[in-house]
Each structure stands twice: as structure tokens, then as C-alpha cells.
């Protein structure tokens, strides 16, 4: 069974939604929470599901070896971004190679990389004019919302929408196909 930890920053909605989804399947289950903030949201969320968590600073991360053996001792496998908002460390991607994915509220492209994240990637949406918009679930690189696409699945949008629309519209998104696709990657090929 693959042992999955989510990092977040904030909320932690996704966290719940993949946790719950996994619960009792054979493949993998989520069993650790990462959280770079001490009064995140998720962290609650975790207690309550009966998922173990760890408050991990950006002054941790820049400890490589520190931050490797936790995740050795937690016997992690492989790592979900959920509204993690720090770069995840060049090291920490050489160590899990293509074992480490995130979800991004926009068509990537557009809409990403620095500072583009929850309102910020829908106001410019709206600000655009956008006639769509949608989920990239993908592997990190180094590239700031730069790796290889796994999934990306579009909603349309009116002129009408406002930015909380928008929002609830990529959340709805990626509530039904986040965590498929962490299941989808991490079941056996027959």
C-alpha cells in the first residue's frame, strides 16, 4: 500500500476530500498531513479524520536531511500539494521522482506559476474574460507549475460569473477529479 502525505498552507478541503475518498482501499491511503502553518485550517481536519500531522516551516524545509527523515519515518510513498503554497525544495522532487503531483485552479498554462494561486488565479480570470476556465492536476518540477500534465478538465464560464462563482466552480471540479486521480496513479497497472 503506498502511504501518501498532503501538504497544505491553509483550508485543507482537498486534504479532506482525497482522505475520505481512500478510506479503507487497499492501494493507498493518506496517513500523513504536512502543514508549513501552524494555524492552518487542515490541521483540524486531520485531528478529526484520525490522520496524523506535522507542522513543517519554510526554516524546516531548507533542512534536507531533517525533512527526508521525517518523511522516512513516517514511511511516505508519495506526496499530494493541496494549497501548499512554498516551493517545494529541488531535493525533496530528486528524492520522490515523479512520486510528487499538484492541482492547480487553472488551465495551465495560463494562470500560473508565481504568486498565481486560489482568488489571485480567478480574478484574472474574470479580469480576462475568460470563456473557461478548470483543474491541472500535474507533476512537480522545478518549474514553478511546470511539470508534465496528468489531468486538466475545463468548466465553462458566463460573463456573469463572479469571482466566487468561478471559485466554486473549480472547487466542484476538483472535488470530483482529484481524487480519482490520486487513486488512478497509484493503483497497479494490470
Request: net charge negative; hydrophobic share 35%.
Amino acid at each position: 500500500m503506498k502511504r501518501i502525505a498532503v501538504f497544505v498552507s491553509g483550508n485543507g478541503s482537498n486534504f479532506e476530500n482525497i482522505t475520505r475518498f481512500l478510506h479503507g482501499n487497499d492501494n493507498a491511503q493518506v496517513t500523513l498531513l504536512v502543514s508549513n502553518r501552524p494555524d492552518a485550517y487542515a490541521l483540524q481536519r486531520a485531528s478529526r479524520l484520525g490522520v496524523e500531522s506535522v507542522v513543517w516551516t519554510k526554516t524546516d524545509f531548507a533542512d534536507e536531511q531533517r525533512t527526508i527523515q521525517m518523511l522516512t519515518d513516517h514511511n511516505i510513498h508519495f506526496i499530494v500539494l493541496a494549497g501548499f503554497l512554498l516551493m517545494v525544495p529541488t531535493y525533496l522532487i530528486r528524492h520522490f521522482p515523479n512520486c510528487i503531483i499538484n492541482i492547480h485552479p487553472s488551465l495551465l498554462p495560463k494562470y500560473g506559476g508565481k504568486g498565481m494561486y486560489g482568488n489571485h488565479v480567478h480574478e484574472a480570470v474574470k479580469e480576462n474574460g475568460e470563456k473557461e476556465t478548470g483543474i491541472t492536476i500535474h507533476y512537480v518540477s522545478e518549474v514553478c507549475d511546470g511539470g508534465e500534465t496528468i489531468l486538466q478538465v475545463s468548466t465553462p464560464l458566463s460573463p456573469l460569473d463572479s469571482v466566487d462563482d468561478i471559485a466554486e466552480k473549480v472547487h466542484q471540479l476538483e472535488k470530483e477529479y482529484f481524487p480519482k486521480t490520486v487513486l488512478e496513479i497509484l493503483t497497479p497497472k494490470k
